[in-house]
């Protein structure tokens, strides 16, 4: 096989990658708001809005690849009093990742959705 031909060998090769990538990112993104769809059937269209306010100010997914969101019996982190709408408060665990400028942030957010049910979401800032 000559240079050439390697070249484009792993050309294909990367492509199919990419589109194994993009494949299960787009899988996980409608897992993601078949759940969320389900969290507007039980709390109404206004949490349904304020949550993906509250998720779009912590770019909640809004990395290289899709994360999954969560229904969970626990919470995790520290309670926070900041409201979006009808969200009264959640939790956050939050670390820090340093990045290249040294003030990245990423964790999980909490929302109570219903009695010691709570929706789970990675975020990175």
Known sequence: MSALEKIASNEDELQDHWQAVQEADDEQRRRNQR???AVKSIK????YKDIQVLFD???????FVQMPLLITRK?????????CGEIKG????????GG???DSYEGYVYVKI???RYIQAYYSM
Not at 76 to 83: A, N, V
């Open 100 to 102: 290249m400028t040294g």
């Open 114 to 116: 219903k009695k010691d």
């Open 57 to 63: 100010s912590l770019e909640v997914g809004g990395g």
């Open 90 to 97: 959640y939790w956050i665990d939050q670390f820090v990742n």
């Open 44 to 47: 109404g269209e206004p949490f």
């Open 35 to 37: 759940l969320l769809n």
């Open 75 to 83: 919470k995790g982190g520290e309670y926070t009093r900041e409201s």
